[in-house]
């Protein structure tokens, strides 16, 4: 909107969010580990502390002008590091059918491939619709509560229907992201490289 700031995106690498999102995957393999060997309580500290490591590193980027290239490639590319152990780990228990894996996993392929085609077409890659957010906001939302389960059995008659709500709606949000992504991509790269786009044959219109 007009009269609004616009954020600032630099090449910065060494900034205190990147190195907060950095820590972030590092946290994956371990998170991983916890929920297959079983440690419940264990996965859902690691979870917590990610989470809160998440709202840190965006909130002091946005504040302290430290949004960086890398940032924006680190924080997404966590989330969904995140979702995937937890999935893979859960799924090894045969505590989510593999059915749920195979969905969240084939999505994120799609946009691989997609983000190649981008690429040979000389885009870069699709800005982030907000179905793909509330989609990727379910599914971490949907995994704590059902690992919430896990860890105090005695309130699992809550968490279970809670959490599979949150799992099967965000499963399904991250989907129709992935279509618009997909619908995005297909006009995207109709538009002659050498031609001046207007405003609505831009990746963000």
Not at 49 to 62: E, K, N, P, W
Not at 90 to 106: A, F, K, N, Q, T
Not at 125 to 137: D, N, S
Request: charged residues 10%; proline residues 5%; contains cysteine.
């Amino acid at each position: 909107m007009a009269g609004t700031d616009r954020i600032q995106v630099s090449s910065r690498i060494l900034t205190i969010p990147n190195f907060l999102s950095l820590c972030r995957l590092a946290m994956v393999p371990v998170f991983l580990v916890f929920i297959i060997v079983g440690a419940d309580f264990a996965a859902l500290i690691v979870l917590v502390i990610s989470s809160v490591t998440d709202y840190l590193d965006g909130t002091i980027a946005r504040k302290f002008q430290q949004v960086t290239r890398l940032g924006q490639l680190l924080d997404p590319a966590a989330d969904r590091l995140f979702i995937f152990a937890a999935l893979v780990g859960l799924c090894v228990r045969d505590i989510i059918p593999l059915w749920l894996l195979v969905v969240i996993v084939g999505r994120d392929f799609m946009l691989l491939v997609l983000g190649i085609v981008l690429a040979n077409h000389g885009y870069g890659p699709l800005p982030v619709h907000h179905l793909g957010k509330v989609a990727t906001f379910s599914l971490l939302f949907a995994l704590p509560i059902l690992m919430l389960g896990l860890a105090f059995h005695e309130i699992n008659w809550i968490t279970n229907p809670v959490g599979w709500a949150f799992a099967l709606w965000g499963a399904f949000l991250y989907w129709w992201a992935g279509i618009v992504y997909l619908l995005e991509t297909i006009r995207v790269i109709r538009i002659p490289l050498g031609a001046s786009p207007t405003a609505s044959d831009t990746l963000g219109g």
